[in-house]
């Protein structure tokens, strides 16, 4: 039963039969990741909690960051030495993916968490109070499949949190926004709905926003090391250095993950438009549908801001974002035909003519 007390259901099952049947060994077992630390995996399985690495072949299988297993990834395991630890032969079809592009300018996918049925945004009710930002994190967020809900913690903190929660509303039309301290111990049943047996909710937001203090409130001990807010610059120190996935008193799962000092953007799968749903709403509106919202006659969306409806930063804020996404989905594109080509290169070497060329235009 230690498996079903980490989400195992049916679903899952029915997904692993299917999954199971693409492969030739039979004697796998199923088993969560809860633990990412590189090379190496920490796995719940029927046994327990044991170490976990990839097998070579799926290693050599998998051509993306992206492709490789995750916090909350549920995988195929064949277990070694009586149980000890374990290979992982196979990831199932994930049912969301919280993702973010990797920093610098690597173009690589990085999995954050994935098979989350909340995304937990935090933002802690000091200095690090920050709408513009939570506005990428919702983008992220609704690419993801899971349901966005925006914690402000620290309220005991704040002297005007009423004030900043209306705020951070009017900038995520139709999120729930919740204001709590773990200090007081306010806003807890407020989040019991999230974290019922057998959900998923997973933590994220900036360093030092309080995200590992939610997971010890929440569990009801100190699962994760903490530290006290600067003086300075009223942020927390940042403690997480990796992500981990836990099982609550309630019955929930919870997924804690390191601060993000910055969040770039991976791709756009209709986030973008969902996270600014009022921009989306007055461009309906507009005279030409390719409005670009920057000088047209008839554009609803400038009206908007000229009537006071909509907020100027916030139309500024859209149009940054969605050129950068654009710019993003361009140069992934051209690394996704990089890599494709030395692909087929590579298993075609001696093909006549442009074979492998032909490959890469029906990509």
């Known amino acids: 039963m230690i498996i079903e007390q980490y989400g195992w259901n049916e679903a899952w099952k029915s997904k692993w039969q299917e999954k199971l049947a693409e492969l030739e060994n039979k004697?796998?077992?199923p088993g969560r990741v809860v633990g990412d630390f590189g090379s190496k995996y920490r796995v719940i399985a029927g046994t327990g909690e044991i170490w976990a690495e990839l097998s070579g072949r799926l290693r050599h299988s998998l051509t993306e960051s992206g492709s490789y297993p995750a916090v909350g990834?549920?995988?195929?395991l064949a277990m070694q030495d009586g149980g000890e630890h374990a290979v992982i032969h196979g990831v199932l079809p994930r049912r969301s993916v919280i993702s973010r592009k990797v920093a610098g300018s690597t173009q690589e996918e990085q999995i954050v968490a994935s098979n989350v049925d909340t995304l937990f945004l935090v933002?802690?009710?000091n200095d690090d109070f920050n709408v513009r930002?939570?506005?990428?994190y919702l983008i992220m967020a609704w690419n993801s499949g899971a349901n966005p809900v925006i914690l402000l913690t620290k309220a005991d903190l704040c002297s005007d949190a009423e004030h900043k929660m209306a705020e951070m509303e009017r900038a995520a039309p139709g999120v729930p926004v919740h204001a709590v301290s773990a200090l007081l111990g306010d806003g807890r049943e407020d989040l019991l709905p999230y974290i019922g047996a057998g959900q998923t909710v997973a933590l994220t937001g900036s360093s030092g926003c309080g995200k590992s203090t939610m997971v010890n409130w929440l569990s009801g001990r100190n699962l994760q090391l903490t530290q006290d807010v600067r003086e300075g610059d009223s942020?927390?120190?940042h403690t997480t250095t990796h992500r981990e996935l836990f099982v609550l008193p309630d019955g929930g799962i919870i997924v804690d993950t390191p601060g993000m000092r910055e969040l770039q953007l991976w791709?756009?799968?209709g986030g973008l438009d969902l996270a600014f749903g009022d921009i989306s709403g007055f461009a309906g509106e507009c005279r030409f549908s390719d409005c670009s919202h920057t000088r047209e006659e008839g554009c609803a969306v400038l009206a908007a801001v000229e009537n006071g409806l909509l907020e100027e930063k916030r139309l500024l804020n859209y149009r940054k974002t969605q050129k950068e996404l654009k710019y993003q989905n361009s140069k992934e594109t051209k690394q996704k035909r990089k890599t494709l080509a030395a692909a087929a290169k590579s298993t075609a070497p001696r093909a006549k003519g442009n074979s492998w060329q032909r490959v890469l235009d029906e990509y």
């Open 267 to 269: 791709e756009d799968d």
């Open 27 to 29: 004697t796998l077992e």
């Open 235 to 237: 942020r927390g120190r």
């Open 73 to 76: 990834d549920w995988v195929m």
């Open 123 to 125: 933002s802690a009710l």
């Open 133 to 136: 930002r939570m506005e990428r």
